[in-house]
């Protein structure tokens, strides 16, 4: 009985030790949770993307078992490649700031070797799903400019380690003209790496496009080349397009501490999303459709993708017109192919069960030849003039020094729009990201003048009368001024809660007013030169002077009776 009651006590002392040391070593590379959101909130006009905040700690342990390969095993993986000498080839000098080169810690990441344990951060549905055994194989595009070695042969072998061999037909980096071509070319003696290298700088875009062109599968995979790719990272994206292949799908993001190289589980309940200067953002799913999920493990829709880890069908992505190559170095392609996608037909979703880390920064390490504020302003405004039609607006009023500067010619892509017949911005508005709020107008007061007569409303009615003057606009001096004080809210034309509105769609119905309501076609108006033409009728408002009510008739420039200047009320 004291044997047992002994064995029972040490059992109890090797249990909350075990579970000390389990907790200890679970927080231990962990950065603040906290930390990561205030990086997230952070603001950044057109630097890098910020990590996706809310971080899940999971402390449902199922760490990924050591990976210890064997000599056979690391010689069939890695072939004839050299590893050691590769990462001896480049190290950090003793007294370098480990951050300078790469705006990461070089050493932690040496440090780390080339292959670790993860902890498998999906939800614990995932691991039961199945896939299809004859799933399509995929070429993985990897493009690069001075990625740091220790950081570029993770991302290869967590690749080459965590996806079935099967579905690897290839792994095709592109050096972007890194300073020392030796980085990529060494790494081709590794079994289905290839290696292209850029004759001059082109930045990503180009790369992909190029990496895209070579490859010979029939489903496409980009990644960074700081990524480490987590359990079964693959196999649900891949059953996804080969469902349907205008699907373009992307892992759920997570985060590679840049300070210590701790891999951290994001939040699975993020999309991406964007304010009206095209920043990119993660944003929470809306709450109807939090509710809605009783799946964890179901897709998400998302307005746009964050632009570096996705896997699109390569006949899709070339029938969708690739990229827009005149993007150059760095940014607003993601907003470019979202828009693209959605409008043209095919869906953009990021799957729970597929987990990739990534080494989150918070500066570019590289140059922009042309500078990174000018050149994120020429890609965004290519994306914007292409894709956001009369939304294109407010994108300029959230970013006015986009105004006037060069993004060259955008008539092939106007072209591929047209080809492709994609639906307008307002359809992706509507369908899409409703969500995304457009901004308030700020509210004008104006007269609407024709010569001296000023456009007057008596309640519901409409005329017009000698103007009241626009400098005493106090309701007690000047009875007549508010009922000649207008809003111009487009498409509206609005006093307090009551729009100008027609009463027939023929020519010489009369205008009216009623309660305000934008989706009203009656409502609708747009000034066309001097005069004030309404959108559905193509007529225009007419005084028709001297003496009859106020109607629409037939446009004709210049003429008097259609004559209505807005002055600014101050
Ligand atoms: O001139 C260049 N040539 C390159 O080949 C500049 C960069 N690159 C490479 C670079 O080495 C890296 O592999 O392009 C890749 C992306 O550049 P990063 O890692 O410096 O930028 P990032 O991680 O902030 O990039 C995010 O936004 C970009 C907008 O153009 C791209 O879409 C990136 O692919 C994208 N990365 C991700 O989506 C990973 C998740 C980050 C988020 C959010
Ligand atoms: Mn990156």
Redesign the pocket.
């Known amino acids: 009985r004291r044997i047992r009651a002994n064995a029972i006590a040490i059992l109890t002392v090797a249990w909350i030790l075990g579970t000390f040391y389990y907790l200890w070593q679970d927080s231990k590379p962990h950065t603040s949770p906290a930390a990561a959101a205030a990086a997230q909130t952070r603001s950044r006009s057109h630097g890098?993307?910020?990590?996706?905040g809310r971080l899940e700690i999971h402390r449902d342990d199922r760490t990924i078992p050591l990976i210890t390969l064997t000599f056979q095993q690391e010689v069939h993986l890695l072939g004839g490649f050299d590893e050691k000498a590769y990462l001896a080839g480049k190290q950090l000098k003793p007294g370098d700031d480990p951050y300078r080169e790469h705006a990461f810690n070089l050493q932690e990441s040496d440090r780390l070797g080339s292959e670790r344990a993860i902890r498998d951060t999906r939800h614990y549905r995932c691991a039961s799903l199945n896939y299809d055994t004859d799933l399509p194989s995929t070429s993985i595009i990897?493009?690069?400019?001075?990625?740091a070695r220790s950081t570029l042969l993770r991302t290869i072998k967590s690749v080459l380690m965590r996806s079935p061999p099967s579905l690897i037909q290839e792994i095709i980096l592109?050096d972007?003209f890194s300073s020392d071509p030796e980085d990529c070319q060494l790494l081709s003696q590794i079994p289905k790496v290839h290696c292209l290298r850029n004759g001059r700088?082109?930045?990503?875009?180009r790369?992909r496009v190029r990496g895209a062109n070579t490859a010979t599968a029939s489903i496409l995979t980009?990644l960074?080349?700081?990524?480490e790719v987590n359990t079964d990272w693959l196999q649900p994206m891949i059953q996804r397009v080969k469902e349907d292949h205008t699907r373009v799908v992307s892992p759920i993001?997570d985060v590679i501490s840049l300070d210590n190289f701790a891999y951290l589980a994001a939040s699975a309940d993020l999309r991406g999303g964007f304010d009206w200067s095209l920043h990119?953002k993660?944003e929470q799913i809306p709450i109807e459709q939090k509710m809605a999920r009783s799946d964890p493990t179901q897709p998400i829709r998302t307005p746009v993708?964050?632009?570096?880890?996705f896997v699109m069908d390569k006949s899709w992505f070339n029938h969708l017109g690739q990229y827009d190559t005149h993007m150059d170095?760095?940014?607003?392609?993601?907003f470019e192919l979202s828009f693209r996608v959605w409008m043209c037909g095919g869906s953009l979703e990021i799957l729970p069960c597929s987990r990739v880390g990534?080494v989150?920064?918070k500066r570019?390490?590289?140059d922009f030849p042309e500078g990174n504020a000018l050149t994120y302003i020429k890609n965004t405004r290519r994306a914007a003039e292409v894709w956001m039609d009369e939304y294109k607006q407010y994108y300029y009023s959230a970013r006015p020094s986009a105004q006037g500067k060069a993004f060259g010619s955008i008539t092939d892509r106007l072209t591929l729009r047209r080809k492709l017949n994609c639906k307008p911005f307002r359809w992706y508005m509507e369908n899409v990201y409703p969500e995304l709020r457009v901004p308030e107008q700020e509210a004008v007061s104006s007269v609407l003048k024709q010569g001296g007569s000023c456009l007057e409303t008596h309640t519901y009615d409409v005329g017009y009368n000698i103007c009241a003057g626009s400098n005493h606009m106090n309701s007690n001096l000047c009875p007549l001024c508010a009922s000649q004080r207008w809003e111009l809210i487009e498409p509206l034309i609005r006093q307090q809660d009551l729009c100008l509105a027609i009463s027939a769609f023929t020519s010489g119905s009369k205008v009216k007013m009623e309660p305000c309501n934008a989706k009203e076609p009656r409502q609708k108006w747009k000034p066309k030169g001097t005069a004030l033409q309404h959108m559905v009728s193509g007529l225009c408002l007419d005084s028709n002077a001297p003496t009859g009510p106020l109607v629409i008739t037939q446009c004709r420039p210049q003429m008097a009776s259609q004559t209505w200047e807005p002055q600014v009320i101050t």
């Open positions: 890098q993307k910020a990590a996706p990897i493009t690069f400019h001075n990625e592109i972007d700088r082109e930045g990503l875009i790369s980009f960074d080349s700081h990524c993001i990119f993660w993708i964050a632009g570096g880890i170095i760095w940014g607003g392609e993601n990534h989150f920064r570019h390490p590289y």
